[in-house]
C-alpha cells in the first residue's frame, strides 16, 4: 500500500482548515507545512496554540487524522515541544538546517517519529549519515516551499539510491505528484507520496486517487 499524505502550506488559518476538510474523509494522515523564513524564504502559518485546537477537532474522540509537521525552518529543535504538545505525531527537519543532528538528539526524547527532509538541489549523501537514525526520509522533487513545480529526475535517483541502501526505510516523495510522476516515484522506491495539486484542483477526484494507490502498490 502506498500511502497519500496531502501537504497543506497555507499562511490563513481558514483556508488551511477548508484543505483539512476536503482531504479528511479520504486519508489518515495530514502535513503541515511549517516555514518562518530562516531557512528559505517563505513563511506560513504556524501559530501552534490554533494547530493544536485544529487537531484536536480531527484526532480527538470520532476524529481519525494524524498530523505530520514538515518543518521548513533553521532551527527545528525549537518547534519539537511545542509540535508535541500540539499533537503532531510525526515530524520532520530538514537536513539543511543548523545542526540536524542536534535535531534527531532532541526527538530521541519524544514519543512522536522523526524525519529528515532533503531539498530538491543536494546530493543524497548529505543526508546518508542520518538515515539509520529516521522513521521516515522525505525526499523534495524540486525546490520546497512552493507546490505545482515539475518533478526533476535526479531527484528520482536519490530515492532509487536511499532505498538500494536502506529497503525497510519509509521513503516519502513531495513535490510534482500526479497520476504520471507516482508509478515513477513508487517504482524507485518512494512508500509514501506527498500531494497538493494534484488534490486540491480536482477535489471531485481526491477520493479516486487516493484510493488507487491503497489499492495497488504496483501501480
Avoid at 65 to 82: D, G, N, Q, R, T
Avoid at 136 to 142: G, H, N, P
Avoid at 157 to 168: F, L, Q, T, V
Wanted: hydrophobic letters at 45%; charged letters at 25%; proline letters at 5%.
Amino acid at each position: 500500500m502506498i500511502d497519500i499524505i496531502p501537504a497543506i502550506f497555507e499562511k490563513d488559518k481558514d483556508a488551511m482548515v477548508a484543505k483539512i476538510e476536503l482531504v479528511a474523509p479520504h486519508v489518515d494522515w495530514v502535513q503541515i507545512d511549517i516555514a518562518d523564513g530562516s531557512l528559505m524564504p517563505v513563511e506560513s502559518f504556524r501559530d501552534v496554540a490554533t494547530l493544536k485546537e485544529i487537531i484536536t477537532k480531527y484526532d480527538g474522540p470520532g476524529g481519525k487524522l494524524s498530523f505530520e509537521a514538515h518543518l521548513m525552518v533553521a532551527s527545528p529543535e525549537k518547534y519539537i515541544l511545542p509540535l508535541v504538545d500540539a499533537g503532531f505525531k510525526r515530524i520532520v527537519a530538514h537536513v539543511e538546517c543548523n545542526d540536524p543532528r542536534f535535531f534527531l538528539d532532541e526527538m530521541v526524547k519524544e514519543s512522536v517519529e522523526a524525519g529528515h527532509a532533503i531539498d530538491g538541489g543536494p546530493s543524497e549523501e548529505q543526508i546518508e549519515p542520518y538515515l539509520e537514525s529516521l522513521d521516515v526520509v522525505l525526499v523534495m522533487m524540486a525546490e520546497a516551499g512552493a507546490s505545482g513545480l515539475a518533478l526533476q529526475t535526479e531527484n528520482v535517483e536519490k530515492i532509487r539510491a536511499i532505498h538500494a541502501s536502506y529497503p525497510d526505510l519509509s521513503i516519502a516523495a513531495e513535490e510534482g505528484i500526479d497520476e504520471s510522476t507516482a508509478a515513477i516515484l513508487v517504482d524507485a522506491g518512494a512508500t509514501r507520496l506527498v500531494a497538493s495539486s494534484v488534490l486540491y484542483k480536482n477535489p471531485e477526484g481526491i477520493a479516486s486517487f487516493v484510493e488507487r494507490f491503497k489499492k495497488d502498490k504496483s501501480l
